[in-house]
């Protein structure tokens, strides 16, 4: 099985090329971007599976590299790595769609442990899809509506996200904190995660779902789309 394939966009040539030695020498695939500007084309254009992003590059910062990514490729995973460990920074990544936020100085260790748990969260999850299908249900979420039983209901624009969401990650246990990260941007961890179950419950209650068969409960552990 091919090894996934890592893009580093990073203007220090040392900090790039021991970045990039680590990830080779743990069997990993990996190309490169040494500035900004490079890092917008090879984001958009390039096969990989986890772009590890600098915040300050010349030409374009790390900023305007994820704004281009998430735009095009809103599913894509994303580590920021910066020397700026301000709160306002984490934050600002964490909110325009990073998966995690690395502050230089790192060990290699700890960068190959954060870049093994992003990968195995995002399972390599796929960029939303404009409308789904299945048996029993219709959905049009650039118009945030759906269709049961030639009935057309509307969505709210974090049923819209959330649900969305679930089906891209469609096969897997979604946690609550994973929720709270990629749908409402928050920190999960340091977050009440009531707000998600409520969600979910008012998305079964318009989804007809009252038996949990679509959004279904894994006890412990999150949410799973599951297609009738």
């Known amino acids: 099985m091919n090894q996934p394939t890592i893009l580093?966009?990073?203007?220090?040539?040392?900090?790039?090329?021991?970045?990039?030695?680590?990830?080779?020498?743990?069997?990993?695939?990996?190309?490169?971007?040494?500035?900004?500007?490079?890092?917008?084309?090879?984001?958009?254009?390039?096969?990989?599976?986890?772009?590890?992003?600098?915040?300050?590059?010349?030409?374009?910062?790390?900023?305007?590299?994820?704004?281009?990514?998430?735009?095009?490729?809103?599913?894509?995973?994303?580590?920021?790595?910066?020397?700026?460990?301000?709160?306002?920074?984490?934050?600002?990544g964490l909110a325009m769609g990073a998966d995690?936020?690395?502050?230089?100085?790192?060990?290699?260790?700890?960068?190959?442990?954060?870049?093994?748990?992003?990968?195995?969260?995002?399972?390599?999850?796929?960029?939303?899809?404009?409308?789904?299908?299945n048996a029993a249900i219709n959905i049009d979420f650039s118009r945030k509506t759906f269709v049961i039983n030639h009935v057309e209901s509307a969505l709210s624009d974090r049923e819209c996200d959330l649900l969305r969401y679930l089906i891209g990650s469609a096969g897997r246990v979604v946690s609550r904190e994973e929720i709270l990260r990629h749908v409402w941007h928050l920190n999960g961890q340091a977050m009440e995660t009531r707000t998600v179950d409520m969600h979910v419950a008012n998305l079964r209650d318009k989804l007809c779902d009252q038996d949990a068969t679509m959004i279904v409960t894994v006890r412990g552990k999150g949410y799973r789309w599951s297609s009738p």
């Open 100 to 133: 995690d936020y690395v502050v230089k100085p790192f060990s290699v260790k700890e960068l190959l442990a954060r870049v093994d748990a992003v990968l195995r969260r995002t399972c390599e999850r796929k960029s939303p899809s404009a409308s789904y299908s």
């Open 8 to 92: 580093v966009v990073e203007d220090d040539a040392a900090v790039r090329r021991g970045v990039v030695d680590a990830l080779r020498f743990s069997g990993y695939e990996t190309i490169e971007a040494a500035n900004g500007r490079d890092g917008i084309e090879m984001a958009l254009h390039s096969h990989y599976q986890l772009m590890l992003l600098d915040l300050v590059m010349p030409h374009a910062s790390g900023f305007d590299v994820l704004q281009a990514l998430k735009k095009s490729r809103p599913g894509q995973p994303v580590i920021v790595l910066s020397a700026k460990g301000e709160e306002a920074d984490r934050v600002k």
